[in-house]
């Protein structure tokens, strides 16, 4: 049971002593004067036997065990134990060379730390935790992990790895059957049946069911559109949409789908059913949110490509008839110059104009061309009613196959979404005369007036339908209209902590971002800090003649930053420094620092296999610099001499979103303690942008922007710390407002990077991300565009402003809504509980509330926080150059991380291939794996060559240094044969683990 679990080599591993850290060499290896006492008790205890059971007691809290070999644990623990109990660290070697000696001394340190070794009561104490973590982990190593920990704060010795190891297997034996057995009410012989026919090929389409249900669409059309609706229906058939799978923790769903969707059709046969039915079961209920999330966003995509459309036409009609009406202008001109001229009496002005001034032929040539007025809209919905008939193909089978439900607000949309649901079932033409249009906005209700009184009931039908397609898609976006049984566009309560878990988290919510729980004290702080930025702003426009300063009509005048300047001894270290780097291939580098941070072992297999092939490690750098570079799997088979099926089976299994970010998390921490990383920064400050990818073939996420892409393209929005590390990627549509997935990776930051702070551009800014940013205990630092005109906020009279602040107070031009953000305190701040608590996603959220209106009292309260914590913001960056230049420096990093990534994605002009968001997800992480590998070794280098030069009593400042970026690429080489040789590369490496730094002015 345990060859299939561990290596015999990972088994021996496992027994002895681990690299240790600094952290935990100071936390366990320091001894307390009761310590020394114990092992230096005075009487016949030599030096070796009194270094030995120190060892044994600090490694016994250290590991929760002690190794046979003491003699072999760490050198820096020997030496500063040795240290401690002044003795020679050599005489370790001559410890515990008779076997009694070593068990006593456990015996001995056990006894003193109150530990106890392991009992049958003990062991099965353990297998009841590994069983309820088995039931949400199957990682083996995970699950090793979690047993060790259970055992120390038990205080229960670790027995050997095999027992612990059986133990683990055990547990995951007994875990998938008792899934089997949670889920046994569900598989009845029809239900049985219905799950094995997914495997098989169905003439009907071609394919499994199980691999129809996992291909998405690549577009946003009718086609597409009953595509996923006719899935919807065949999982309602099988009744997947009403199964509940919650007697299952969250994990375990996740885990089994994931498998599900990995295995082919073949192998899910060749399971015996108690682990075959679970996996299929799980992966049918996903598949029923999943694929209904597909249908709204499809009908969404689809209904506002055809408004886009619509709008070019209109702006194209409106171009055309301005242009027709020129002539009509310069009559109108002709006629004004006759009418406005003092000079000509009234009784001349009517023959001036139809006489020789202007003429009769020109006035009945402009009265037979005039074009009828434009409605309030210009025509927009006009030009949509253009694509009636497209929209027909698919909208009534997304109102007859998705239920939609709201609040009070959404009543009367509601009811017209049901009229126009039975007029579609029935083939009725004429909308009722009671049918509602109160949802109709004020621009579309003159075409429904129009069609009215001209008794046209086919044109009242379709603008009517029109304006419900388009406010349910509006209520969607809202959250005013919901979708049961869908995850995406769920009821927008479910996504905030109910009123129960609240009252429970509310005061360790308040603690932990440092805001009070009363509406009153948090107002009049955030008032305090208002009247002091305002007051150093005050002083900076007293100047008069500063960046920042107010023209001759008192409007905000702020000058650009000049550019920064950059030392020239920046400058030139940096070139040194290049020249000093060794140059590495970038296969290379991969090998180096998975030697220096095993980020590779991150990468776990997804079905929970932990056998690891010799292999494994060369196959996963070749699959990563397949996505990294965009050579894609087919052409690395060729470069590398690796199968293209290989590379292909560990991209299914261990390629993932989740093994990446692990990963990437592994890099991260391993820059965090390189000595040169604080230089750069404190890694409290972080940026995020979108970077632009042109996308070849068609894609859901892919839009047409010409200001970036010759025809598709899509984005990808980074996180970056000032240290110059990527902790966060997400593929987003091109064409969304980048602000709505500012906060994801900041909430969901899983590195030891302290985020406080945080700086974008305008794109990430909204009022609702102020307000959030500051609820969450963060500060929004953005570089806004145009942020002289932007409004700025009073909490008080005007009069009062312009008296306390004679310069400022008459910018802040409206004034705040304080009673509306008192009333929803506490609502705010549950609210941001929710998203800090992991309950909610924020893009959702954030999304959700910038589109909602007035009438949504919540969304209005935290968009006038937000205006406040804005105009506090603005103050303190409009007074502080310093501060300005901050937020620039910092938002160049991320260009520059971005250059680095266009450098590396180089193969098939840096276009993105991958169809189905998955695949654009994973290909945007190994490129910042990658990266971050790149700047990772670039660090650490720098790091070296910066010491041999002091060491040679060349003096080099942290000042200079933190203008030197390690995101960059002169010294790798991307291109060129791909040999994947791992033992070949590291015995290249020198004795300290490092490829030697050039000599300057060598060509090697």
């Given at each position: 049971?345990?060859?299939?679990?561990?290596?015999?080599?990972?088994?021996?591993?496992?027994?002895?002593?681990?690299?240790?850290?600094?952290e935990?060499?100071?936390?366990?290896?320091?001894?307390?004067?009761?310590?020394?006492?114990?092992?230096?008790?005075?009487?016949?205890?030599?030096?070796?036997?009194?270094?030995?059971?120190?060892?044994?007691?600090?490694?016994l809290?250290?590991?929760?065990?002690?190794?046979?070999?003491?003699?072999?644990?760490?050198?820096?623990?020997?030496?500063?134990?040795?240290?401690?109990?002044?003795?020679?660290?050599?005489?370790?070697?001559?410890?515990?060379?008779?076997?009694?000696?070593?068990?006593?001394?456990?015996?001995?340190?056990?006894?003193?730390?109150?530990?106890?070794p392991p009992?049958?009561?003990?062991?099965?104490?353990?297998?009841?935790?590994?069983?309820?973590r088995?039931?949400?982990?199957?990682?083996?190593t995970?699950?090793?992990?979690?047993?060790?920990?259970?055992?120390?704060?038990?205080?229960?010795?670790?027995?050997?790895?095999?027992?612990?190891?059986?133990?683990?297997?055990?547990?995951?034996?007994?875990?998938?059957?008792?899934?089997?057995?949670?889920?046994?009410?569900?598989?009845?012989d029809?239900?049985?049946?219905?799950?094995d026919g997914?495997?098989?090929?169905?003439?009907?389409?071609?394919?499994?069911?199980?691999?129809?249900l996992?291909?998405?669409?690549?577009?946003?059309?009718?086609?597409?559109?009953?595509?996923e609706?006719?899935?919807?229906?065949?999982?309602?058939?099988?009744?997947?949409?009403?199964?509940?799978?919650?007697?299952?923790?969250?994990?375990?769903?996740?885990?089994?789908?994931?498998?599900?969707?990995?295995?082919?059709?073949?192998?899910?046969?060749?399971?015996?059913?108690?682990?075959?039915?679970?996996?299929?079961?799980?992966?049918?209920?996903?598949?029923?949110?999943?694929?209904?999330?597909?249908?709204?966003?499809?009908?969404?995509?689809?209904?506002?490509?055809?408004?886009?459309?619509?709008?070019?036409?209109?702006?194209?009609?409106?171009?055309?008839?301005?242009?027709?009406?020129?002539?009509?202008?310069?009559?109108?001109?002709?006629i004004?110059?006759?009418?406005?001229?003092?000079?000509?009496?009234?009784?001349?002005?009517?023959?001036?104009?139809?006489?020789?001034?202007?003429?009769?032929?020109r006035?009945?040539?402009?009265?037979?061309?005039?074009?009828?007025?434009?409605?309030?809209?210009?025509?927009?919905?006009?030009?949509?009613?253009?694509?009636?008939?497209?929209?027909?193909?698919?909208?009534?089978?997304?109102?007859?196959?998705?239920?939609?439900?709201?609040?009070?607000?959404?009543a009367?949309?509601?009811?017209?979404?049901?009229?126009?649901?039975?007029?579609?079932?029935?083939?009725?033409?004429?909308?009722?005369?009671?049918?509602?249009?109160?949802?109709?906005?004020?621009?579309?209700?003159?075409?429904?007036?129009?069609?009215?009184?001209?008794?046209?009931?086919?044109?009242?039908?379709?603008?009517?339908?029109?304006?419900?397609?388009?406010?349910?898609?509006?209520?969607?976006?809202?959250?005013?209209?919901?979708?049961?049984?869908?995850?995406?566009?769920?009821?927008?309560?479910?996504?905030?902590?109910?009123?129960?878990?609240?009252?429970?988290?509310?005061?360790?919510?308040?603690?932990?971002?440092?805001?009070?729980?009363?509406?009153?004290?948090?107002?009049?702080?955030?008032?305090?800090?208002?009247?002091?930025?305002?007051?150093?702003?005050e002083?900076?426009?007293?100047?008069?003649?500063?960046?920042?300063?107010?023209?001759d009509?008192?409007?905000?005048?702020?000058?650009?930053?000049?550019a920064?300047?950059?030392?020239?001894e920046?400058?030139?270290?940096?070139?040194?420094?290049?020249?000093?780097?060794?140059?590495?291939?970038?296969?290379?580098?991969?090998?180096?620092?998975?030697?220096?941070?095993g980020?590779?072992?991150?990468?776990?297999?997804?079905?929970?296999?932990?056998?690891?092939t010799?292999?494994?490690?060369?196959?996963?750098?070749?699959?990563l610099?397949?996505?990294?570079?965009?050579?894609?799997?087919?052409?690395?088979?060729?470069?590398?001499?690796?199968?293209?099926?290989?590379?292909?089976?560990?991209?299914?299994?261990?390629?993932?979103?989740?093994?990446?970010?692990?990963?990437?998390?592994?890099?991260?921490?391993?820059?965090?303690?390189?000595?040169?990383?604080?230089?750069?920064?404190?890694?409290?400050?972080?940026?995020?942008?979108?970077?632009?990818?042109?996308?070849?073939?068609?894609?859901?996420?892919?839009?047409?922007?010409?200001?970036?892409?010759?025809?598709?393209?899509?984005?990808?929005?980074?996180?970056?710390?000032?240290?110059?590390?990527?902790?966060?990627?997400?593929?987003?549509?091109?064409?969304?407002?980048?602000?709505?997935?500012?906060?994801?990776?900041?909430?969901?930051?899983?590195?030891?990077?302290?985020?406080?702070?945080?700086?974008?551009?305008?794109?990430?800014?909204?009022?609702?991300?102020?307000?959030?940013?500051?609820?969450?205990?963060?500060?929004?630092?953005?570089?806004?565009?145009?942020?002289?005109?932007?409004?700025?906020?009073?909490?008080?009279?005007?009069?009062?402003?312009?008296?306390?602040?004679?310069?400022?107070?008459?910018?802040?031009?409206?004034?705040?809504?304080?009673?509306?953000?008192?009333?929803?305190?506490?609502?705010?701040?549950?609210?941001?509980?929710?998203?800090?608590?992991?309950?909610?996603t924020?893009?959702?959220?954030?999304?959700?509330?910038?589109?909602?209106?007035?009438?949504?009292?919540?969304?209005?309260?935290?968009?006038?926080?937000?205006?406040?914590?804005?105009?506090?913001?603005?103050?303190?960056?409009l007074?502080?150059?310093?501060?300005?230049?901050?937020?620039?420096?910092?938002?160049?990093?991320?260009?520059?991380?971005?250059?680095?990534?266009?450098?590396?994605?180089?193969?098939?002009?840096?276009?993105?291939?991958?169809?189905?968001?998955?695949?654009?997800?994973?290909?945007?992480?190994?490129?910042?794996?990658?990266?971050?590998?790149?700047?990772?070794?670039?660090?650490?280098?720098?790091?070296?060559?910066?010491?041999?030069?002091?060491?040679?009593?060349?003096?080099?400042?942290?000042?200079?240094?933190?203008?030197?970026?390690?995101?960059?690429?002169?010294?790798?080489?991307?291109?060129?044969?791909?040999?994947?040789?791992?033992?070949?590369?590291?015995?290249?490496?020198?004795?300290?683990?490092?490829?030697?730094?050039?000599?300057?002015?060598?060509?090697?």
């Amino acid at each position: 049971m345990v060859a299939p679990v561990f290596t015999d080599v990972e088994l021996e591993r496992l027994r002895r002593f681990p690299e240790i850290g600094r952290e935990e060499l100071f936390r366990f290896f320091t001894l307390a004067p009761a310590d020394v006492a114990f092992v230096d008790p005075g009487r016949g205890r030599g030096a070796a036997d009194r270094l030995g059971l120190a060892v044994a007691v600090c490694s016994l809290s250290w590991l929760g065990f002690v190794p046979d070999e003491v003699a072999s644990a760490p050198q820096a623990a020997v030496v500063r134990l040795a240290e401690q109990l002044r003795v020679d660290p050599a005489v370790i070697g001559s410890y515990g060379r008779r076997a009694k000696t070593r068990t006593e001394h456990l015996r001995l340190a056990a006894q003193y730390l109150g530990w106890r070794p392991p009992t049958t009561l003990e062991i099965k104490e353990l297998d009841e935790f590994l069983l309820a973590r088995a039931m949400e982990h199957d990682s083996p190593t995970l699950l090793f992990r979690l047993a060790c920990e259970f055992l120390i704060s038990a205080r229960v010795i670790r027995p050997g790895p095999v027992t612990v190891v059986k133990r683990v297997a055990h547990a995951r034996e007994v875990a998938r059957q008792e899934t089997f057995d949670r889920l046994a009410h569900e598989f009845t012989d029809a239900r049985r049946v219905g799950l094995d026919g997914l495997l098989v090929v169905d003439s009907e389409i071609g394919m499994t069911r199980l691999r129809w249900l996992g291909k998405g669409p690549v577009e946003a059309s009718p086609a597409a559109v009953k595509a996923e609706i006719a899935k919807l229906e065949f999982l309602r058939g099988m009744d997947a949409h009403a199964l509940d799978l919650s007697v299952l923790p969250a994990e375990r769903r996740r885990f089994l789908a994931t498998v599900g969707r990995r295995l082919t059709a073949q192998a899910l046969e060749r399971r015996e059913p108690e682990r075959r039915y679970p996996i299929l079961l799980t992966l049918l209920a996903q598949s029923a949110t999943e694929v209904l999330d597909e249908v709204v966003a499809l009908f969404d995509q689809a209904l506002s490509a055809r408004e886009s459309k619509a709008a070019h036409r209109m702006r194209d009609y409106l171009a055309e008839r301005a242009k027709s009406g020129e002539d009509r202008q310069e009559l109108l001109d002709a006629i004004l110059a006759i009418v406005a001229d003092p000079a000509v009496p009234d009784g001349d002005v009517g023959g001036l104009i139809r006489g020789e001034r202007v003429g009769w032929d020109r006035l009945r040539s402009a009265q037979s061309s005039a074009l009828p007025p434009l409605p309030r809209d210009h025509g927009h919905l006009a030009a949509l009613d253009g694509s009636y008939g497209y929209l027909r193909q698919f909208t009534p089978n997304v109102l007859d196959a998705v239920t939609f439900a709201g609040g009070t607000a959404a009543a009367e949309l509601l009811e017209a979404v049901a009229i126009l649901r039975e007029l579609n079932a029935t083939g009725a033409r004429k909308v009722p005369d009671d049918a509602p249009s109160g949802f109709v906005p004020a621009r579309f209700r003159g075409y429904l007036d129009t069609a009215a009184a001209n008794r046209s009931a086919t044109a009242y039908r379709h603008y009517w339908e029109l304006c419900v397609l388009l406010a349910l898609r509006d209520g969607l976006r809202t959250g005013d209209v919901f979708v049961p049984g869908s995850r995406r566009y769920s009821d927008p309560a479910a996504y905030l902590l109910t009123e129960d878990k609240w009252a429970d988290q509310r005061a360790e919510f308040c603690r932990l971002v440092g805001k009070p729980s009363d509406a009153a004290t948090g107002l009049a702080e955030a008032e305090d800090e208002l009247h002091t930025a305002l007051g150093k702003l005050e002083t900076t426009l007293a100047h008069g003649d500063g960046p920042v300063r107010l023209d001759d009509d008192g409007d905000l005048v702020i000058s650009p930053l000049t550019a920064e300047d950059i030392p020239a001894e920046a400058r030139a270290l940096k070139a040194e420094l290049t020249e000093m780097l060794p140059f590495a291939p970038i296969v290379s580098l991969l090998i180096e620092m998975d030697k220096r941070t095993g980020f590779l072992d991150c990468f776990t297999h997804a079905g929970g296999k932990q056998a690891r092939t010799r292999e494994l490690k060369r196959n996963l750098i070749a699959v990563l610099l397949a996505q990294s570079t965009n050579l894609g799997l087919t052409r690395m088979a060729d470069a590398c001499g690796i199968s293209y099926d290989i590379l292909a089976w560990t991209a299914e299994w261990y390629v993932r979103e989740e093994t990446l970010r692990a990963a990437n998390l592994a890099l991260i921490g391993y820059h965090q303690r390189l000595p040169l990383t604080p230089v750069f920064g404190t890694g409290t400050l972080s940026s995020s942008d979108g970077q632009r990818f042109p996308t070849r073939g068609k894609s859901v996420t892919a839009r047409a922007l010409s200001r970036y892409f010759a025809h598709e393209g899509l984005s990808t929005y980074t996180h970056v710390t000032d240290q110059h590390t990527t902790y966060g990627t997400k593929i987003i549509v091109a064409t969304k407002r980048e602000a709505h997935y500012v906060l994801d990776e900041i909430l969901g930051n899983a590195t030891d990077i302290p985020i406080t702070e945080h700086a974008t551009d305008t794109h990430g800014v909204t009022l609702v991300n102020f307000g959030l940013f500051d609820l969450l205990g963060l500060q929004l630092s953005p570089r806004i565009r145009d942020l002289g005109k932007i409004t700025l906020y009073r909490t008080g009279a005007k009069a009062a402003a312009e008296t306390a602040f004679p310069l400022t107070g008459p910018l802040l031009a409206r004034k705040l809504n304080t009673d509306l953000i008192a009333e929803h305190w506490d609502d705010l701040l549950r609210l941001a509980g929710s998203l800090k608590f992991g309950h909610a996603t924020a893009s959702l959220l954030v999304g959700k509330l910038s589109a909602s209106g007035r009438q949504n009292a919540l969304a209005a309260a935290l968009k006038e926080y937000g205006a406040l914590r804005r105009t506090v913001y603005t103050a303190r960056y409009l007074s502080d150059p310093a501060y300005r230049r901050k937020i620039s420096r910092q938002l160049n990093k991320g260009e520059s991380l971005h250059a680095l990534k266009r450098d590396l994605l180089y193969a098939h002009e840096g276009m993105i291939r991958a169809r189905h968001l998955e695949g654009q997800t994973e290909q945007a992480w190994c490129l910042t794996l990658v990266t971050n590998a790149v700047v990772t070794w670039t660090t650490e280098y720098y790091g070296l060559a910066v010491e041999q030069m002091r060491a040679a009593g060349r003096r080099i400042d942290d000042e200079v240094l933190a203008h030197i970026s390690p995101a960059h690429s002169e010294n790798i080489n991307f291109f060129g044969a791909i040999e994947v040789d791992i033992d070949g590369e590291l015995a290249q490496l020198s004795p300290t683990g490092y490829r030697p730094l050039r000599v300057r002015d060598t060509l090697f």
